[in-house]
């Protein structure tokens, strides 16, 4: 099963380093600051629509299990 307090991420466009991120501040975050060299990352909400759906559906299904 996928615990949704694992660390997930994303790397960071302007040095490549790990963002670690968890599956609900994907979710419920607009800004991540990257750990390695201070870039501001902000989601676009309307644009990542189907992207963030995804992830809440993937967040329920894990609960349930």
Request: glycine share 6%; net charge positive.
């Amino acid at each position: 099963t996928m615990d949704t307090a694992q660390t997930t991420g994303l790397t960071c466009p302007k040095c490549s380093g790990f963002i670690p991120l968890s599956l609900g501040q994907l979710l419920k975050s607009r800004e991540f600051l990257c750990p390695h060299c201070g870039l501001r990352l902000t989601i676009a909400r309307k644009p990542s629509k189907q992207a963030v759906e995804t992830l809440e559906k993937t967040k329920v299904q894990s609960a349930k299990r």
